[in-house]
């Protein structure tokens, strides 16, 4: 049972430059969701995903993408990498239930920076 | 304009003493409250949650307090030890909603042997 697994760990962009970065959880979560966290500040949700199929924009979803075909996969991409995307990015499972908590399981993050 | 606030970046402890780590939040809806500890090239990791019907909650070495009229809230660890050396997140949300959740900068706790 890996748990939340990402790739790449780490990765430079060249502006305008477009990637994905993968997410796969092994724990058949129905919730998925993808942050960023930036230096001193708190992880901001970029989007989120309630099961297969059905994504929704969270705090900061502009220059991102994603897309849940599977329960277990849930990429985001970046189609024109700016500097201001430079950030460490981290993907989360949960299985929220009614009258369960909300336990959020992170990925281990990938660095990205955009020169 | 932060709705959850650690307005310590950085804690160093004895070992076997306190560790007292602090937020603040500003928005009255929030009624779950969470902590969440992060090793260096590692994801955060859940630690100890409260619901505003509660004032206190224990878990083990972790207790988290509620203070609702002062929107603040504060984990305490008791005894410190070595490996509780990490980031600790504060995380405030409008129900157990997990794209609700609305994270604090984190505060760097060292626990010195």
């Known amino acids: 049972n890996a748990g939340v697994t990402q790739t790449p760990k780490f990765r430079i962009l060249k502006i305008g430059q477009s990637m994905t970065l993968q997410c796969t959880q092994d724990?058949?979560?129905?919730?998925m969701y993808w942050y960023r966290q930036d230096p001193g500040m708190g992880l901001k949700l970029i989007y989120y995903?309630?099961?297969?199929?059905?994504?929704d924009k969270g705090e900061v979803p502009n220059g991102y993408n994603v897309s849940r075909s599977t329960t277990e996969d849930f990429p985001l991409r970046l189609e024109l990498a700016a500097p201001s995307q430079t950030s460490v990015y981290f993907c989360?499972?949960?299985?929220?239930?009614?009258?369960?908590?909300?336990?959020?399981?992170f990925g281990p993050g990938t660095r990205l920076t955009v020169l | 304009d932060q709705q959850v606030k650690q307005n310590s970046p950085s804690l160093r402890v004895q070992e076997g003493r306190i560790s007292i780590l602090n937020c603040d939040y500003t928005?009255?809806?929030?009624?779950?409250f969470l902590w969440y500890k992060k090793y260096p090239a590692e994801g955060p990791t859940f630690l100890i949650s409260?619901?505003?019907?509660?004032d206190k909650n224990e878990d083990g070495r972790f207790t988290v307090f509620l203070n609702k009229s002062a929107k603040h809230l504060s984990l305490h660890i008791v005894p410190s030890q070595p490996g509780d050396s990490a980031v600790y997140f504060c995380?405030?949300?409008?129900?157990?909603?997990?794209?609700?959740?609305?994270f604090g900068p984190g505060t760097r706790l060292s626990v010195l042997p």
């Open positions: 995380a405030a949300s409008k129900g157990e909603y997990g794209q609700n959740f609305v």
């Open positions: 989360a499972s949960s299985d929220l239930r009614t009258g369960s908590t909300d336990t959020q399981y």
């Open positions: 409260i619901s505003s019907i509660k």
């Open positions: 995903s309630v099961g297969a199929g059905i994504t």
């Open positions: 928005n009255s809806m929030f009624d779950y």
């Open positions: 724990m058949n979560h129905n919730y």
